[in-house]
């Protein structure tokens, strides 16, 4: 008995299931040019677009329009978290747990606490920063639909490159392709998932 099952769309310039497809990728030589692109494809309405560069680019963040960076707070959290814990360590120990009088010194001798206070403060900020930038970049990743994209190795080389994902709302295979060959880019790659 034969059933009848619909058949996936494929791009007809691609020859990729469009249920596969992750977006659309191009590429310029020049990083104004990026800045440029990346403006007009904010202006064109798609939001979820991602840049990929060599080196950083001055205004790019900008053009993007990423929100504010998280990290000093991370990294806030993580030095005072280290303060508080270190200080309370050193007072449980001198006061509560083993009070020993030395010199007649109080047994909350502050001053004497604050060199550890602070050592532990740098180490943990700096441990918070660390793995603040592994979770908020999302690493280690090992995969993404992006490495599929035959020549996206010039991206840590020589060219610069713009993603836009089939998510996004404005996202229209035909459309969104003809309008990224409006921008002149050097090609435009579909990024199979």
């Known amino acids: 008995m ?3 099952y619909p058949t996936p769309l494929v791009d007809p310039e691609s020859g990729i299931r ?27 309405g798609y939001r979820r677009i ?24 991370i990294v806030l ?5 280290g303060a508080v814990g270190a200080f309370t360590l050193q007072y449980y120990a001198s006061v509560i747990d083993y009070p ?14 604050i060199p550890i206070t602070f050592e532990v403060a740098v180490l943990m900020a700096a441990f918070a920063a660390v ?17 599929n994209v035959q020549h996206f190795e010039l991206a840590s080389r020589s060219h610069f490159f713009i993603s ?3 998510q996004d709302p404005k996202f229209d295979l035909e459309d969104t392709r003809r309008f990224l060959e409006s921008l002149g880019p050097g090609t435009v790659s ?4």
Not at 52 to 61: E, Q
Not at 131 to 147: A, D, E, K, S
């Open 2 to 4: 034969a059933t009848d």
């Open 18 to 44: 469009v249920d596969r497809i992750y977006g659309f990728m191009i590429d310029f030589e020049d990083p104004e040019e990026l800045l440029e692109a990346v403006e007009q494809i904010y202006k064109a």
């Open 50 to 73: 991602d840049a990929y560069t060599p080196f950083p680019v001055d205004g790019l963040d900008e053009a993007l329009r990423l929100g504010p960076n998280r990290l000093p707070l």
């Open 77 to 81: 959290g993580g030095g005072i978290i």
């Open 100 to 113: 020993l009088n030395v010199g007649g010194r109080p047994l909350n001798s502050w001053p004497a606490f």
């Open 131 to 147: 793995l603040g930038m592994f979770i908020l970049n999302g690493l280690p990743q090992p995969y993404h639909p992006v490495f």
């Open 164 to 166: 836009i994902e089939s």
């Open 190 to 193: 579909v990024i199979e998932n």
